[in-house]
Each structure stands twice: as C-alpha cells, then as structure tokens.
C-alpha cells in the first residue's frame, strides 16, 4: 500500500513545536482567509509551511520552505492559485533533530501528509513529536504498508489511518488516538470527505473560532494552535479550546461532533507555551501568555531582586517579563535593545542547528547606548536553554551600549533536560544548565555580573498565582519529569 506523502528519503525527525490551522466555509473559497491565519502563526515555525485544499472533488496541495509570505507569495502564486476550495488545512514547519543525526543538516518534512483511507484520500496537519512507534510501525508494515521515512512520526498515523481495520472513519481516529496517547504529544488538523476535524492529545494547543459573515450568520468555522490569530480575519472571534483527549468534527455549518476519547488524568501542558512559544495575546486555560510572563517576571524582582538603574527586555519575548519585574522592583524599564523587523527570520529558538544563534543575533540586534550608558543594567530573558544568545547579548550591551553593570534575570528555572515531546532539545550535552552550576553559568559562560534563575517552585507559585494547577503542566524540561515516558536510551 503506497502512501500520498512526500518526505524526503533523509528525513529524520518531523513536525514538533508546529503551527496548525483548519477552516471549513459555507461557500466560497477559504484558502485567502487561511493564508492569513497561517502567516499570522509564524511564530510557531518558519522554516516551511504548507496548505491543502479541498474544492468538493479532491485534495490539492502545495508546501515550500520558508515562511508563508515567502511560500505564498507573488512569485509562486501561479503554482498555488490551483488550490481551491471551502475546506482548507495548513501547517507551519518548526523541526527539531533526531540525536542521531546532529552533526548533519537539519532535515524538514513537508505538511500537510497525504493518507489514504478505505480508498479516499484525506491530508493531516501535526503538532507535537511522537515516540516509541516501533511497534505501531511494525504492525502497519505487516498489514501491507510501505514506508517511505523510517523516522517520521507523522508518517505512521498515516499509515495507521490508511491500515485501520474500522470502517467509520471517526472510530477508527478514536483508536488511534487511544493507542497514540502514551507515546507523545500530538494536535491534529484533519481534512477528509469534506470535514474539517481536530484531535489535541492536551499537550499541545489547539482551538476553535468562528467568522461572523455580513448577514450575521457563521460565514466558516476555524481551527488554529493559538486563539491570538483569530482578530487577523475580520468578524472572527475565539470560541473555546479544544479540551485534552477531544476530538472536534466541523461542518460547513459548524459542530457535528466532539468525542471525548482521552484517558489521562492531567493534561501534561506545555509549559513553554507560557514562557516562550506562544504570542502574547494567546490564551491557555483562560490566561493570557502575556499575564503568565507579567506574573513571572513580577515573581524574579521579588525572589532575586537585583540593584539596577533600568530594567532592559531582550526581545522579543523578554519585554512582558520586564514589565512585570519593573512594576514589583520599581527600577524603569528602557527599551535599549532594538530587533531588526526586516530579517528573514524573527526567532532565533527556530533557526536550524547549523545556524549560529549569537551570530545572527548579533546582526539582528542594536543597543540604544543613550539608554545604557553608564548605567547598571537588568536585562530579563525568558529561558537559556544553550546560551548561544544571552552572552552575546551581554557583549554588545557593555561594548556598543557602554553598560557600566549588566546583571540578568532568568524568568524561568535552569532547563537541565531534554525534550522529547516538541521542543528542539534531544541531548543534554547541549543544555547548558545540565552540565554547569548557575555560577559556572554566569562565570564561564555569560559573563555577566549577576545572573539569577527562578527556582522550579517559584515556577509553580507563578502558575497558582494565575488560578491554574501546576500539577496539569509538563515541567519536563526543568524537573525531569514527564507526562509521556521518553524513548529509550540507546546502549
């Protein structure tokens, strides 16, 4: 049995920390309408995306590398005006590196994946990364499958779906589900006969939102990673969260069904969501990202207050934290670091591994000196996971920006251990926090004058302070600890 997917023959490891979206419209075509809300979650990758369209008769589809505005474009636009359709899913590329393969360039595979399913084709889109498959992959093999990747997790729901013993479409996706739950972190964008459907396991995001058409009735129904794009389309508004362990199926008229199928307990949330990943006008749980960072950096200033004459955000992500330490400290807060709009690429987390992070940073970055000189700085920083970025940071500010003190508050604990369920952190040789002390950290690395983390605790009072259960989040990068066991270490 062939599968309809396109990966390359090197590809080793998939979609991770992605950006999903669906839309199903009453009439007309959707596809102007999800480029938008794909473009506005760039955030979530930039290095490909893709979309396929359903017109009522097939699915068609098109994916490049690079960010949507660069893949859908003017210049391309005669190759991707062919996809038409009420029905349309799309995915933004974030991919993290297979252990096995980091010295080697980072490989990308292209969603959305083509499947097959009792003989009719349907496209999926995937957030998450996924592990211990090989008995899901063995078992698809045995049924007649042939796999193209011998990696990508994606491929084998594909190839679950297109083996699936159930006639009905939605029970075969409820098992499936079941027998996934154990093995990582997956929200799925679903385009098959028509329907647009969305499964979220829990760890990561996935929501749902509607547009008001001009005679006031529900022109289409949206699914997306993060409610904060929704205000991109004119009259759409944020309906709820897909909850953990639900499957949503949508229609041109809106809900058909939701199935609870999950059986966890806790949904396991990623907590990078809060602290890095997401944009700030995104909500979880019912509170804003922007909060959640206001609050911890509120959280830094009272547990490792600092004597500084201007609190400095790093941008981007750095300048909620800094509000929020800046109102507990009562120290100002300057912009004095000053990020270049009109690079290609906007987050340095999201660069391939074979890029230097401080390098580009560098060319991305200029200080304000007016705001620095002289003075004792605090600069707020969301996490250091290699600290490829906050020495050079550091560098400039006392070279360019004549910063008498630079002093730096870590609004989150020291990320000590990998991440196997969307994050681009597979071996803990390259965690700096897992091999040094904080002061190794500050001494040898940094070289900044102070550097101070927040505890985990202080993480998890961050999180009560909110109204919100620290016990329904993954810490895995701090603690260790996991909602999903990691693979096995190989001897």
Same mark, same amino acid.
């Given at each position: 049995?062939?599968?309809?997917?396109?990966?390359?023959?090197?590809?080793?490891?998939?979609?991770?920390?992605?950006?999903?979206?669906?839309?199903?419209?009453?009439?007309?075509?959707?596809? /102007?309408?999800?480029?938008? &809300?794909? %473009?506005?979650?760039?955030?979530?990758?930039?290095?490909?995306?893709?979309?396929?369209?359903?017109?009522?008769?097939?699915?068609?589809?098109?994916?490049?590398?690079?960010?949507? %505005?660069?893949?859908?474009?003017?210049?391309?636009?005669?190759? +991707?005006?062919?996809?038409?359709?009420?029905?349309?899913?799309?995915?933004?590329?974030? %991919?993290?590196?297979?252990?096995?393969?980091?010295?080697?360039?980072?490989?990308?595979?292209?969603?959305?994946?083509?499947?097959?399913?009792?003989?009719?084709?349907?496209?999926?889109?995937?957030?998450?990364?996924?592990?211990?498959?090989?008995?899901?992959?063995?078992?698809?093999?045995?049924?007649? /499958?042939?796999?193209?990747?011998?990696?990508?997790?994606?491929?084998?729901?594909?190839?679950?779906? $297109?083996?699936?013993?159930?006639?009905?479409?939605?029970?075969?996706?409820?098992?499936? $589900?079941? =027998?996934?739950?154990?093995?990582?972190?997956?929200?799925?964008?679903? &385009?098959?006969?028509?329907?647009?459907?969305?499964?979220?396991?829990?760890?990561?995001?996935?929501?749902?939102?509607?547009?008001?058409?001009?005679?006031?009735?529900?022109?289409?129904?949206? &699914?997306?990673?993060? $409610?904060?794009?929704? @205000?991109?389309?004119?009259?759409?508004?944020? &309906?709820?969260?897909?909850?953990?362990?639900?499957?949503?199926?949508?229609?041109?008229?809106?809900?058909? #069904?939701?199935?609870? +199928?999950?059986?966890?307990?806790?949904?396991?949330?990623?907590?990078?969501?809060?602290?890095?990943?997401?944009?700030?006008?995104?909500?979880?749980?019912?509170?804003?990202?922007?909060?959640?960072?206001?609050?911890?950096?509120?959280?830094?200033?009272?547990?490792?207050?600092?004597?500084?004459?201007?609190?400095?955000?790093?941008?981007?992500?750095?300048?909620? /934290?800094?509000?929020?330490?800046?109102?507990?400290?009562?120290?100002?807060?300057?912009?004095?670091?000053?990020?270049? !709009?009109?690079?290609?690429?906007?987050?340095?987390?999201?660069?391939?591994?074979?890029?230097?992070?401080?390098?580009?940073?560098?060319?991305?970055?200029?200080?304000?000196?007016?705001?620095?000189?002289?003075?004792?700085?605090?600069?707020?920083?969301?996490?250091?996971?290699?600290? %490829?970025?906050?020495?050079?940071?550091?560098?400039?500010?006392? =070279? !360019?920006?004549?910063?008498?003190?630079?002093?730096?508050?870590?609004?989150?604990?020291?990320?000590?251990?990998?991440?196997?369920?969307?994050?681009?952190?597979?071996?803990?040789?390259?965690?700096?926090?897992?091999?040094?002390?904080?002061?190794?950290? #500050?001494?040898?690395?940094?070289?900044?004058?102070?550097?101070? /983390?927040?505890?985990?605790?202080?993480?998890?009072?961050?999180?009560? +302070?909110?109204?919100?259960? @620290?016990?329904?989040?993954?810490?895995?990068?701090?603690?260790?600890?996991?909602?999903?066991?990691?693979?096995?270490?190989?001897?």
């Amino acid at each position: 049995m062939r599968p309809f997917i396109d990966i390359s023959p090197q590809t080793r490891k998939e979609a991770d920390m992605c950006g999903i979206i669906g839309l199903i419209k009453k009439t007309g075509d959707a596809i /102007y309408d999800a480029l938008v &809300l794909l %473009s506005a979650e760039n955030n979530r990758g930039e290095q490909a995306c893709g979309v396929a369209a359903f017109d009522g008769r097939i699915i068609r589809r098109y994916c490049g590398l690079g960010k949507v %505005s660069e893949v859908f474009g003017q210049r391309d636009q005669k190759k +991707w005006s062919k996809l038409v359709g009420s029905a349309v899913i799309g995915h933004d590329l974030y %991919s993290t590196n297979d252990p096995a393969a980091r010295n080697g360039p980072q490989s990308k595979t292209m969603h959305p994946l083509f499947f097959n399913f009792h003989g009719r084709r349907g496209a999926i889109g995937h957030n998450g990364n996924l592990v211990r498959l090989d008995g899901l992959r063995s078992r698809a093999e045995r049924a007649g /499958y042939n796999f193209r990747s011998k990696i990508s997790d994606t491929e084998v729901i594909v190839a679950m779906l $297109s083996t699936a013993p159930e006639k009905d479409f939605l029970e075969a996706l409820v098992r499936i $589900s079941r =027998e996934l739950e154990d093995k990582g972190a997956f929200s799925l964008v679903i &385009l098959f006969r028509g329907k647009l459907i969305g499964i979220r396991c829990g760890i990561r995001p996935l929501c749902i939102g509607k547009k008001i058409g001009r005679s006031g009735d529900s022109d289409s129904y949206i &699914l997306a990673s993060e $409610s904060c794009v929704f @205000p991109a389309l004119e009259a759409t508004r944020f &309906l709820r969260e897909v909850a953990p362990g639900e499957l949503v199926m949508l229609g041109p008229g809106g809900y058909e #069904r939701s199935i609870k +199928w999950g059986t966890r307990k806790r949904p396991g949330f990623c907590v990078c969501e809060f602290l890095y990943s997401a944009r700030p006008a995104s909500c979880f749980f019912g509170v804003s990202v922007s909060d959640f960072r206001y609050r911890a950096g509120q959280m830094s200033a009272r547990k490792h207050p600092v004597r500084a004459d201007v609190i400095v955000p790093i941008p981007n992500s750095g300048r909620h /934290y800094s509000d929020g330490f800046s109102s507990e400290s009562k120290i100002p807060t300057r912009e004095a670091i000053e990020k270049s !709009h009109y690079d290609i690429r906007n987050r340095s987390f999201m660069e391939e591994r074979e890029v230097n992070r401080g390098e580009t940073q560098r060319r991305r970055l200029q200080v304000i000196r007016s705001a620095m000189d002289g003075k004792s700085v605090c600069g707020t920083e969301d996490t250091v996971f290699r600290a %490829s970025v906050a020495p050079m940071v550091v560098r400039m500010a006392r =070279e !360019h920006g004549n910063a008498r003190e630079f002093h730096l508050r870590i609004c989150s604990p020291p990320a000590c251990f990998t991440c196997h369920l969307g994050l681009d952190t597979s071996t803990k040789e390259e965690l700096v926090a897992s091999n040094m002390t904080v002061e190794e950290i #500050r001494d040898r690395i940094i070289h900044s004058d102070s550097l101070e /983390y927040l505890t985990i605790e202080e993480l998890r009072e961050v999180i009560r +302070w909110l109204g919100l259960d @620290p016990d329904d989040f993954c810490l895995g990068c701090f603690t260790g600890e996991y909602p999903v066991d990691p693979p096995a270490k190989k001897q």
